[in-house]
């Protein structure tokens, strides 16, 4: 197959243009975006936008030729025709290559239209732009892919007259009937790759209130076609670095790029035990070509691993790469230490645990003891998941609106009793369920005035989303269910407004974030890397739950609320096991398979994954349960993991205040 440089390939390229190196070479270097769940709902989301776009150009003919060379055939003999519509037509000049999404030709006149999976606010080109004009930085990557594209029809094609759009979700719109994302049907073809069945008709409703809009970008992809800031001296034209990215690809070369902070977002990484297989890691190639490094100083932290740092380039740019080379004075911390951890303290602590022979962490315990006497038994910890649909699942809803389709709920008394007393799962195709979900979580909460614990500030934000819906719906129960909001969470910049209030949710993220470090965290604050830490630091909970007490039912035998813990999900789960060298396995990892039951390898399946581990597979899990079409046995193990998934979200939360409460008692 010709090596020609695609859209997508330049848009790699614009990221860091060694990677076009990498890319395509997965059985050489393994690329991490294609297991990123997140990336997998985004792209889901864009078949389903491209179909719908589809739709509002009706008439026309797909190229559904794999071939490049009979694509373009068959691209060429259509647009020979004085008006034609199509859909993914094969452009080609020189070693560049596209499929234009949607392209329309009347006469010489073309509209090459890219269609993302990406909201706007509808108010045109202006959007995308600074005030002085210029494409910003959140639009910018979509701009040049769509300059890109008008580069190549242009000069294939000189006779047309080409004018470029983008063509997104509009915010502003809503969407008419109910059903309509339905009609968008996620399957797996035979050659497992992701594919769209519109299975009916759009109404006439649904073709005059559209959802996306069309929006004239033309004069703004001209301005990056007359720029002359690109290649790694920022001084080549846009055709010039356009033809230097084709030769260098073509000849499988190379192109160097400085080394910096975007290396954090490299997706071509081999952990040891790929490498130890025989896989690479392109960023590692590229910084033993930069630096020189040995293999022990890769086994070191860098400045990558520094959260919200921003000097990390400068710091790399001066050769400050290492953790080992970093010294008090490079962070702005004076060494006072306060009643809470400020960003630069945590960013010391995290230096000194590389640079010592044996890391010690940190914990406020006074000014944390004194959080925990304020707070209010018995304690409910709380989890969200969450979606955002760019074909809303019901009429009024807008692309993109906030969905809230899951809730775990834990309980710990003053006792020490632990329960999991509570979930919900919103499992019908095509309702909306934030209201139901709402009217849950009061039936769960409004029992006591328990202290309310929440994991960063998800679980308020979607509350204020909620709350706003309320206030532009007609449920009977609204005002009830307003008052509830209102009586536990705070408003967001973007929402209406109402006072703090008495029993507001305690942000356990922030109480990490103030009062603890572990070296075992590095930079990170996510209770994704808190759980693990908190774990192979608390003997008390090792000994707790390496026993199978999780899931056990209280029996008249039992002598200590520490023996049992009642769970919706769970029986006699251990959830403290050793690796090899003796440190406590992530509990994540502990979930049992999915599809612990599949029996036929070769069966289709919608969903690959064995195992719900994060948010977005979570996110992913539920999309598909709505936008796809699957065996009953497959849907029930979904709801199963996504069950089970959000319970330990909870518990994790749990688990912190548990060895909080331990350390903080001594």
């Known amino acids: 197959m010709p090596s020609y440089l695609t859209k997508s390939r330049f848009k790699l390229a614009q990221e860091c243009p060694t990677k076009l190196f990498y890319t395509r070479k997965r059985d050489v270097y393994p690329d991490k975006s294609k297991e990123d769940a997140f990336l997998q709902v985004l792209a889901d989301g864009g078949l389903q936008v491209g179909e719908l776009a589809k739709l509002y150009h009706s008439g026309g003919v797909e190229i559904h030729e794999m071939d490049h060379a009979k694509a373009l055939a068959d691209t060429k003999a ?23 999404d949607v392209l329309v030709k009347r006469g010489n006149l073309v509209e090459l239209i890219e269609v993302k999976a990406k909201s706007c606010d509808g108010r045109g080109a202006g959007e995308f732009l600074t005030k002085k004009g210029q494409p910003n930085s959140d639009w910018r990557t979509y701009l040049e892919d769509v300059a890109f594209q008008k580069y190549v029809l242009e000069h294939a094609w000189p006779e047309f007259d080409v004018t470029a759009f983008l063509m997104l979700a509009d915010k502003s719109s809503s969407c008419p009937e109910d059903g309509l994302h ?21 109404t006439d409703a649904e073709l005059a209130q559209q959802i996306l ?17 690109y290649g790694s001296e ?56 930069r630096l020189g490094w040995t293999d022990e100083q890769f086994e070191k932290p860098t400045v990558l691993e520094l959260a919200n740092f921003r000097k990390k380039d400068a710091f790399i740019a001066e050769g400050k790469v290492s953790l ?15 009643d809470r951890i400020s960003p630069a303290e945590r960013r010391w602590l995290q230096v000194q645990a590389a640079q010592a022979e044996e890391p010690v962490g940190e914990l406020r315990r006074d000014e944390l003891r004194t959080e925990m006497r304020s707070w209010n038994f018995p304690l409910h910890f709380i989890d969200f998941e969450t979606s955002a649909p760019a074909i809303p699942l019901h009429a009024g809803r807008h692309p ?3 969905l809230v389709f899951q809730f775990s709920h834990h309980v710990v008394h003053e006792d020490g009793l632990v329960e999991h007393r509570g979930q919900y799962l919103h499992e019908e195709r095509g309702a909306w369920p934030n209201f139901e979900f709402v009217r849950a979580l009061k039936h769960e909460l409004d029992q006591d005035d328990g202290s309310i614990f ?83 630091s608390s003997d008390w909970l090792k000994q707790r739950y390496a026993a199978p007490i999780y899931g056990q039912p209280m ?69 598909r349960m709505q936008f796809a079409e699957m065996p009953l046995a497959e849907r029930e193990a979904l709801q199963q993991g996504l069950l089970r998934y959000c319970e330990l979200d909870t518990l994790a939360m749990v688990m912190i205040y548990e060895a909080w409460r331990e350390w903080c008692a001594n």
Request: net charge negative; charged share 30%; glycine share 6%.
């Open 182 to 202: 339905q009609k968008f049907l996620l399957h797996t073809d035979d050659r497992g790759r992701r594919c769209v069945t519109v299975t009916a008709q759009l």
């Open 454 to 536: 929440r994991y960063a500030a998800h679980e308020n934000s979607m509350l204020a989303a909620i709350h706003g819906q309320l206030h532009d719906s007609e449920e009977p129960d609204r005002q009830e269910l307003i008052d509830f909001i209102e009586s536990i969470s705070q408003p967001s910049r973007s929402s209406r407004k109402w006072p703090r209030p008495k029993r507001n949710m305690i942000d356990l993220c922030a109480l990490v974030k103030d009062y603890y470090f572990d070296p075992a965290m590095g930079g990170s604050i996510s209770i994704k890397d808190v759980l693990p830490a908190v774990l192979n």
């Open 324 to 338: 080992l080379d970093i010294e008090m004075e490079d962070l702005d911390f004076g060494g006072l230490r306060s």
């Open 213 to 229: 809009c069309k929006v004239d970008v033309d004069e703004v992809a001209e301005g990056i076609l007359q720029e002359g800031h």
């Open 400 to 402: 993109y609106e906030a």
């Open 234 to 289: 920022a001084g080549l034209p846009f055709a010039s670095w356009v033809r230097e990215l084709s030769d260098k690809y073509e000849q499988d070369a190379r192109i160097p790029s400085e080394i910096g902070s975007k290396c954090g977002k490299c997706e071509f990484l081999a952990s040891a035990e790929e490498q130890a297989k025989g896989l690479r890691s392109g960023r590692e190639e590229c910084w033993r070509a």
């Open 78 to 100: 259509l647009l020979q025709r004085d008006e034609a519509v199509l859909y993914e037509p094969a452009i080609c000049f020189e070693r560049l290559f596209i499929r234009v």
């Open 555 to 623: 029996h008249d035998t039992t002598d200590s609320t520490l023996d049992y813990i009642p769970s919706l999900n769970f029986q006699a789960q251990t959830w403290v096991e050793s690796d090899a060298q003796g440190k406590v396995r992530d509990p994540y990892e502990l979930l049992p398979p999915i599809f612990a039951d599949r029996k036929d390898d070769s069966e289709q399946h919608m969903s690959t994954d064995d195992a719900l581990r994060d948010g977005s597979a979570a996110m992913a899990a539920y999309t």
